[in-house]
């Protein structure tokens, strides 16, 4: 959240066949122009060396998705279950209490157009 692109951001762990679990950021920038093509690639790598340089290197997340919104409940909360199941490509559980059910269909289809994601 201390780089000045991020709007807002929530971390997850996912299932990791070499260490078990890993850390999957989901990234909302501040205007959404950042966050395509070249641009959202740049943008990627910094984040996750601002948190090298911020955290430490074993934070750096295994993966930063770029999204439009975050899943959020109606009281405003970030929604961290349903971006695990995301996050692992599993079926959706709840979604009864999301504020914007939409949102995480978003995210599944800016993911799939290739929104800024990175591994290694």
């Not at 290197?57 to 770029?66: S, T, V």
Request: aromatic letters at 0%; a negative charge; hydrophobic letters at 40%.
């Amino acid at each position: 959240m201390s780089h000045p692109s991020v709007a807002e951001a929530a971390v997850v762990g996912a299932n990791d066949a070499t260490t078990g679990q890993a850390i999957v950021a989901f990234v909302t920038v501040k205007g959404a122009s950042g966050a395509q093509g070249e641009a959202g690639e740049s943008l990627v790598k910094e984040l996750r060396e601002h948190v090298a340089q911020e955290i430490g290197p074993i934070a750096k997340p295994r993966q930063i998705m770029l999204t439009p919104e975050l899943p959020k409940t109606r009281s405003g909360k970030i929604m961290r279950r349903l971006l695990r199941d995301v996050a692992d490509d599993r079926p959706l559980g709840d979604v009864t209490t999301l504020l914007d059910p939409s949102v995480v269909n978003s995210i599944k289809e800016h993911l799939a157009e290739g929104g800024g994601e990175d591994k290694e």
